[in-house]
């Protein structure tokens, strides 16, 4: 069956740094877009980046350009996401989804704050 485990959150502080990370299985990786979604407390889940099958090409949402970075590695089935100058408003649980398949990881949570 389809796994996606979610790691690399934590507390940061602003303009801190982070890197998510995305170990999928059970589903031809190489063939799918994958994307990263967050849902803040009481907000409704957002799409944060989607990366196309090969990694050619990207998406993301306002919020995250020029901050943030999704990329991929097909031989290892990962999806990652480079976060910086994180801001508090980030603050959320972060969680890698391969779209056509509604399938989401159980998520990261991502805590900016000094």
């Known amino acids: 069956q389809v796994q996606l485990v979610e790691s690399g959150g934590g507390l940061v502080q602003p303009e801190g740094s982070l890197r998510l990370s995305c170990a999928a299985s059970g589903f031809t990786f190489s063939r799918y877009v994958m994307s990263w979604y967050r849902q803040a407390p009481g907000k409704e889940r957002e799409l944060v980046a989607s990366i196309g099958s090969d990694g050619g090409t990207t998406h993301y949402a306002d919020s995250a350009k020029g901050r943030f970075t999704i990329s991929r590695d097909n031989a290892k089935n990962t999806v990652a996401l480079q976060m910086n100058s994180l801001k508090p408003e980030d603050t959320a649980v972060y969680s890698c989804?391969?779209?056509?398949?509604?399938?989401w990881g159980q998520g990261t949570q991502v805590t900016v704050s000094s």
């Open positions: 989804s391969v779209p056509t398949l509604k399938y």
